[in-house]
């Protein structure tokens, strides 16, 4: 079921989505490639959402191609994501990462040892059997963490991993996503909050109004920005 | 004195009075379990597919749950009376017929019920498991298992209105002692006799058990809330 080619590089070339009226991405052209970390920046509104899904392939493009590898149309085995509001299923934390792991084909056996590994990482083997919406959001956040990593993705996408998470929450996602990016898997994160794309980035890519304004690694993007958008939205003035 | 008679009847455990209440239990019942098994299947596919007319099938449905019972047993009648399309089964004046009728009158409500429980689930997880690359065939399966309290919620409502309701089984039933009589049409007939004493015993009974069953369907939402949040 599982193929051996991997979906990184994911290649965006020329997209666009147009709901309606709405040009909500426009002309985008993007390679995400292995090893770094991107953060995608920019204002609410300025798209970052909207690509993360059409490179999870959860929605479609109105023009312009994504690919996977290299191949178009390839079905979310080996990619993943966490939501800005993960809605976690009405089970235990233990039992969202059982139902994760069954849907990504994981044999019946193999599942316990798995599920103890996944709340080992994101520390939450004591709440195992809480259900998951009794969770804090902080823990809430760590369990969809892991329950994206039930699949052994190629690639994560997270989209505003720390929003409304308050500081101690806020590292121990950041020390995770570190974690994460360390074992090899490509994490490409949405993030309005500069401080978090300065600790976690290492290349970035800035949006605006649904276009990348500026794609560059992420000290010379943050020492020399090139794009007069890049320097207001760095210096902390409101792209508009 | 009514009220020692009432008390005697129920206490006695009076043969006639317990043929009644077995009857009445068993028909709604088989009509509950018979309409679970249309209306889930029937309220999934609603909440779960979009297809040219499906907005009117919900709205009908909705309407449906309003049926009043005793069209419900005329139409019912009709099909199965001698002259019916369905008349050569026989089943008019049976149990059968009042099961038929009362899976008439509950299955709108248990697939009206699912498919707004469905649906509001199904919204809140499409995301997710669209991420988790989930098929349809199970996508049906977590959905109904993560609502499943809910959807007992549902059938509990349908079994209540089956065993509270007079004018279907009346109707496809006849009211024949021993055979056909249920508790409702047991107090309609006893009441316009004049036998008060065992229209009172029957009303307690019936009473009762609409109190257990709402009593049920909150044991239910405790448990629901307190292993899903």
Redesign the interface.
């Known amino acids: 079921m599982r193929d051996t080619v991997s979906d990184v590089p994911i290649c965006f070339d020329g997209v666009r989505l147009r709901v309606g009226d709405v040009t909500i991405l426009d002309d985008v052209s993007i390679t995400l490639a292995t090893g770094a970390t991107t953060a995608l920046i920019g204002p609410n509104g300025s798209g970052k959402t909207t690509l993360l899904r059409l490179a ?1 392939g ?1 929605a479609r493009p109105t023009g312009g191609r994504i690919t996977w590898g290299g191949r178009a149309d390839v ?3 080996r990619r ?2 966490v ?1 800005q509001r ?6 235990s934390a233990a039992g969202n990462l059982n ?2 792991l069954a ?2 084909g994981c044999p019946r056996k193999r599942r316990a040892e798995r599920i103890g590994d996944l709340l080992d990482l994101v520390g939450l083997r004591a709440l195992a059997r809480r ?4 969770l804090s959001g902080g823990e809430q956040q760590r369990l969809a963490l892991a329950r ?1 990593l039930a ?1 052994d993705p190629d690639v994560l996408f997270l989209d505003e991993p720390t929003a409304s998470l308050d500081p101690a929450a806020t590292k121990a996602i950041e020390d995770l996503i570190r974690t994460i990016a360390a074992r090899g898997i490509k994490v490409v994160m949405a993030t309005h909050d500069l401080g978090e794309a300065r600790r976690l980035g290492t290349d970035i890519v800035l949006m605006h109004r649904g276009r990348i304004i500026e794609q560059a690694a992420a000290e010379k993007f943050f020492a020399a920005p090139r794009t007069a958008q890049a320097q207001k939205f760095i210096a902390g003035e409101l792209l508009v | 004195m009514p009220e020692t008679s009432v008390i005697e009847l129920i206490l006695s455990a009076d043969p006639a009075l317990m043929r009644i209440i077995k009857l009445s239990l068993a028909v709604s019942l088989t009509a509950a379990a018979c309409a679970a098994l249309i209306g889930v299947p029937l309220g999934a596919l609603l909440a779960l597919t979009r297809f040219p007319g499906r907005q009117v099938i919900v709205v009908v449905l909705n309407a449906l749950m309003g049926l009043p019972p005793v069209v419900a047993g005329l139409a019912i009648y009709l099909l199965l009376s001698r002259s019916g399309p369905l008349g050569s089964f026989g089943l008019l004046f049976t149990p059968q017929a009042m099961i038929i009728a009362q899976t008439v009158l509950v299955a709108p409500i248990v697939a009206a019920l699912a498919r707004q429980t469905i649906e509001d689930l199904w919204l809140e997880y499409r995301d997710e498991l669209a991420a988790m690359n989930v098929g349809p065939l199970r996508r049906v399966a977590t959905l109904v298992r993560d609502a499943r309290l809910s959807l007992v919620t549902a059938l509990l409502a349908g079994f209540g209105r089956a065993a509270a309701e007079v004018g279907a089984v009346m109707i496809v039933g006849g009211n024949i002692d021993g055979f056909t009589r249920t508790m409702t049409t047991a107090i309609a007939l006893e009441t316009s006799k004049g036998d008060l004493p065992l229209a009172m015993s029957l009303g307690l009974v019936l009473i009762a058990l609409v109190i257990v069953i709402n009593a049920l369907a909150w044991g239910v939402r405790r448990l629901d809330e307190r292993f899903a949040g």
Do not use: H
């Open positions: 999870m959860l079905p979310p085995t993943a994501i939501f993960p809605t976690m299923l009405r089970r139902y994760a849907a990504a259900p998951a919406r009794r994206a699949k």
